[in-house]
């Protein structure tokens, strides 16, 4: 299994839509999840950091399964602000201090 | 609040040039971190610093050298560029390793 797998759509859907994705991860000793936005041609900005079981921020919700090595990113509510490309990042599994990127779920909101 | 500062913004190279990379942070971090992106490939490592005096490979480092010149400046270096090294760099920065990371504007580099 890779370090990290997003499904890379794209995700086309309406406004007012509500849209998941998943990201599995094989180290199962991780703890700390985040995940980032990346509008086209600007750099990665973090959008949510999963340590537990989950998080909640207004229209985004992220939660963490172990059992099943998967979190997901919940947008209700969808805006077209919110097309973008998300990326999933997890600790590297070879014991390394750093962390992997997922190469990204891209999100088209439209009208 | 400058953040992650990068610099140049947009860069060509000649197959064989030589060019550096400027990154600087004024945020107190202890980490730094220069990814490229490739489309379709998703954000690599090249190299990290965890902390002041320390640098590591990452997942792709062949070609490149870095110098953690200070505790806000780590700077990277193309000493042979090749077309292969066409990419997107990004320099970032975390307080410690496994924080979340903030991330410069990024390098857009061509190398013909």
């Known amino acids: 299994r890779k370090e990290v797998e997003q499904d890379p759509g794209p995700f086309n859907v309406p406004e007012g839509a509500t849209v998941a994705f998943n990201c599995t991860y094989s180290n199962s000793a991780s703890q700390s999840f985040f995940w980032y936005r990346q509008d086209c041609r600007k750099e990665p900005k973090l959008l949510m950091s999963?340590?537990?079981s989950g998080n909640e921020d207004g229209r985004f919700t992220a939660q963490l399964n172990r059992a099943s090595q998967y979190i997901s990113l919940l947008i209700r509510d969808s805006k077209l602000s919110d097309s973008a490309t998300y990326l999933c990042v997890v600790p590297d599994s070879g014991g390394y201090n750093k962390l992997i990127f997922g190469a990204g779920t891209r999100l088209a909101v439209h009208p | 609040n400058a953040g992650v500062t990068q610099t140049p913004k947009f860069q060509v190279l000649k197959t064989g040039q030589s060019m550096t990379l400027q990154c600087a942070q004024d945020?107190?971090?202890?980490?730094m971190y220069w990814y490229r992106q490739d489309p379709g490939m998703g954000l690599r490592l090249i190299y990290y610093?965890?902390?002041?005096?320390?640098?590591d490979k990452g997942e792709v480092p062949n070609g490149y050298n870095v110098s953690r010149l200070n505790k806000r400046e780590f700077s990277l270096r193309l000493e042979s560029a090749a077309p292969s090294q066409t990419s997107v760099y990004f320099c970032a920065s975390s307080e410690v390793t496994f924080s979340p990371l903030h991330f410069g504007n990024g390098t857009r580099l061509t190398v013909t």
């Open positions: 945020m107190n971090h202890n980490s």
């Open positions: 999963v340590y537990s």
């Open positions: 610093s965890a902390s002041e005096g320390t640098t």
